[in-house]
């Protein structure tokens, strides 16, 4: 192609400049010019471009455009990721009776208390025994001293920052409640002892996705001490005290993948009754505004006095 441009173009060169040199009127010109005007193909393209007001156009009136060109639009399917090693939630959460104390039984509310922990112990023996078919090792006394140790580790990693160590501890549900919001906060965390003996108050045998996938959950109840103390990244205090140790009662869900050889027994959630007591709340600290100075002011010119902190409003 680029070679026969060039011979057209030598051939068609004298006489161009022949009828440049010795006509120049307008009819002269105009001819030259068609002349040189040589029709060159170029490539066909099979995709147009859009256009620049495509963006107030419809999403209908699009997929047609797209259509007509030739493009194929893919359908979007919203899926959700599925985690096996672990469950979405708790099973048949535990519901501990109110104060943890156990009523009379002569007395209406604890005849049906009774009752109700009578059904709670069949069917933990149901479970056990499954669990049991799993995991050889497995025993109700001995459990709640293992569930208890795992607590104690999980805790240490998060406060120093262990990721690696915190997902072996803790199942993929739990991660993220324990690491929500820490990010530039430092934690102070410390066990003292263990004001009763951890115990197992209930234990569940779920399945998931198809019959045959087990998965194990047991509750842990566990009365300690601990002191907790979390500091902004400014180093204040927003919550507890490090020297101020507090009795603390949690009941404790540890779950394990029972089909799968290699699992483990992991922290997979806290069961908070309704007749807690409330949480504290968190002191936050807050930006004081300053003076708004005008072009070519100093703040230290201003003399500027700092307002008293009990005229500043804290947040909590």
């Not at 965390?189 to 996705?209: G, H, K, T």
């Not at 029972?258 to 949480?279: D, E, Q, T």
């Not at 002011?297 to 008293?308: A, G, R, T, V």
Request: proline residues 7%.
């Amino acid at each position: 192609m680029a070679a026969s441009i060039c011979r057209t173009l030598k051939c068609l060169q004298p006489t161009s400049c022949q009828n440049i040199k010795y006509g120049s009127s307008l009819l002269d010109v105009r001819l030259w010019q068609a002349v040189l005007r040589v029709p060159v193909r170029t490539k066909r393209r099979l995709f147009i471009p859009p256009s620049a007001n495509i963006k107030s156009k419809t999403q209908d009136e699009q997929e047609k455009k797209a259509r007509a060109a030739g493009v194929v639009v893919r359908q979007e399917y919203m899926e959700r990721p599925i985690n096996i090693s672990c469950t979405a939630g708790i099973y048949d959460p535990y519901v501990p009776p109110e104060g943890d104390a156990r009523l009379s039984t002569l007395t209406k509310e604890g005849l049906k208390q009774r009752t109700e922990q009578l059904r709670q112990t069949a069917a933990s023996q149901l479970a056990i025994r499954k669990i049991k078919d799993y995991d050889s090792t497995f025993t109700s006394k001995e459990f709640p001293g293992i569930g208890q140790q795992i607590f104690i580790d999980a805790h240490a990693a998060l406060t120093e920052f262990n990721k690696e160590k915190l997902h072996s501890l803790v199942t993929e549900r739990c991660y993220p409640e324990m690491v929500r919001g820490n990010r530039y906060k430092t934690l102070r965390w410390r066990f003292i002892e263990s004001l009763e003996p951890p115990r197992l108050v209930q234990a569940r045998c779920p399945d998931m996705i198809s019959k045959g996938n087990l998965y194990g959950q047991v509750t842990v109840r566990m009365h300690s001490r601990q002191t907790l103390a979390i500091y902004d990244r400014f180093g204040r205090l927003m919550l507890g005290d490090e020297e101020e140790p507090r009795d603390v009662l949690e009941y404790l869900v540890m779950e394990r993948h029972l089909v799968n050889p290699y699992g483990r027994w992991r922290l997979h959630g806290k069961i908070v009754p309704a007749w807690a007591p409330p949480k504290d709340p968190i002191i936050k600290t807050v930006m004081i505004p300053g003076p708004k100075l005008k072009s070519g002011e100093q703040f230290e010119d201003l003399n500027y006095q700092i307002p008293k902190p009990n005229a500043v409003q804290w947040h909590k």
